[in-house]
């Protein structure tokens, strides 16, 4: 059985919640402003965050089908979706407490755990801000917001930006450290029963 339980996004990405006899599924896919599909982790970092052991927190990582990341959780409620009061009971404030200090916990213990080199590219917002600082091209209102921006911070400002983005999407840069894609609130999820949290990585 796969019953869908709610649909939300943005441009950039979609997600789908569906119940299934085992627990849920979060299926994200790429939203009509995103080119290409959704990029799963490549194998060497995908064999150290799974030698990784999360502090607090069950750690989830994708499976790919199609152009969409799959994801097998026990829960249908995100942190951030509580800590908006959109959902949770009696216990909203003490299940979000738990969640936020395990994803803390968890997320030093990632850095301290996981190599840099498992790491296979710069991240790709990075890429797009390049990308967008460039060429004044993207989605929607991005060419007006080019330009409200470069006139407020002024063109030596924007250039000073613009190489610090280039020179920290080099391979090999000096402060290079391993980052995670999406530490968010909406990227933990919270077991339908008890005070432990899901999260996952991409």
Do not use: N
């Not at 250039?159 to 391993?178: D, I, K, Y």
Request: aromatic share 6%; charged share 20%; glycine share 12%.
């Amino acid at each position: 059985m796969r019953q869908l339980v709610e649909e939300f996004g943005t441009g950039y990405q979609r997600t789908a919640v569906y119940r299934t006899d085992s627990g849920y599924l979060w299926v994200r896919s790429p939203g009509p402003d995103r080119p290409g599909g959704m990029v799963e982790s490549g194998p060497e970092l995908r064999a150290a965050l799974t030698a990784h052991t999360p502090r607090g927190m069950a750690l989830r990582l994708a499976e790919k089908a199609d152009e969409s990341l799959v994801y097998r959780v026990e829960g249908c409620k995100t942190a951030a979706r509580v800590a908006l009061g959109q959902q949770g009971g009696a216990d909203r404030g003490e299940r979000l407490a738990s969640a936020a200090h395990a994803t803390g916990r968890s997320l030093a213990g990632l850095h301290a755990d996981v190599p840099v080199t498992a790491a296979e590219a710069s991240p790709p917002a990075l890429s797009r801000v390049i990308r967008w600082m460039s060429t004044e091209q993207g989605p929607r209102g991005a060419a007006a917001l080019h330009g409200v921006l470069y006139t407020y911070l002024g063109s030596a400002r924007w250039r000073r930006v613009l190489r610090w983005c280039q020179e920290f999407a080099e391979p090999g840069h000096a402060g290079t450290v391993l980052l995670h894609g999406a530490p968010s609130l909406g990227s933990v999820v919270l077991a339908s029963e008890g005070s432990c949290p899901l999260a996952w990585c991409r």
